[in-house]
């Protein structure tokens, strides 16, 4: 593949019927791609690196509507036919030089998600050898202070003895003046704190985990210079509570949907009094979930209702994966709860 002069990877693929990417997500292109590549040359190495990104360095900052221009370089001094460089996030693939030193072209999209970015150098040489630089990591960024954050979630609540919170990633969103607002939950410019380590603690990456029952707050504080932007989400421990309480007990059907970014599905929840239940009604709450939201038909359950159908709303930002959320009953003086997995596919998945 690599041996085409000058062409764009797309030319390719369109001038090869053989190279079926159809119906597959980007990272799986990728994945294929690579595959194909990998097996139709062989792999060797060198004393000297065979490729290396000599510019821009390793860590160094860019801004929405900048340009990165990659330049890579063989320190072994080594004849290649084919090279060019894989971006990750919005900056996909290069096209294909055919020498080096070689200069790539990626330019920043405005509403970009600030945070850092992947890029490696790939080539084959004359014979036929493919070789990979070391990759280095791009950070992009605003230039600008956000007006205000935002969380995913208005609260947290984690349980001890719960695997599924273990962990708990927390999203932050921007609202900056031009009125866009992104996720700066892997900004550089982002940090974390807990008001109570021996509660919850969190990671630089937003990642909480419960450490013993109790209430706090997570402060998430984007730093620009000498100014600064904070947000408190408070969060509160427990013990499990599928077993807090033998008054009642919550069962959801079903327990595990599949669902499109950006869509929606049903479940239907319902509480099941046991012979110590005492008429009072449990109210009913969704958690656990970055970027879902839910509603309830109904928000309070008695012996009369025991049933409510909860709807629950995936946003469109939300990438593909497999999901674990709650929904916790209180009845006044204990908690019950039942999980639920939801896999989200990307809008464009089928």
Sequence with gaps: MVGFPAISLCAYIMSNPSVSLFGLSPSQVVSRLLALVLSAVPVCTAQQPALRIVSPASGEIFYPGQTINVQVTSPANLPFKGVGVVGSGPFWLSNIATSVPAQFSFDIPSDITPGTYLFTADGATTSGQLFSSESILV?????????????????????????????FPLQIFGYFSDKEVLDVTESSHLSFASSDQNVARVEKTGEVTAVAPGHGFITATYTLREDKRTVSIPVSVARNTNQATD??????TPVTQTVRAGQSVTCEVTMNPTDKFSGQEVSLRLSGFVGASGIFSLVRLTEDMRSSTLTISIAPSVPPGTYKLKVIGFDGTSYGSVGLELVVLAANEY
Excluded at 144 to 153: A, H, I, K, M, N
Excluded at 247 to 252: P, R, T
């Design 139 to 167: 950070d992009v960024e605003r230039s600008g202070l956000p007006v205000r954050l935002t969380p995913s979630l208005g609260s947290l609540y984690l349980e001890l003895s719960d695997q599924t919170f273990t962990g």
């Design 247 to 252: 008054k009642y007990n919550l069962s959801v």
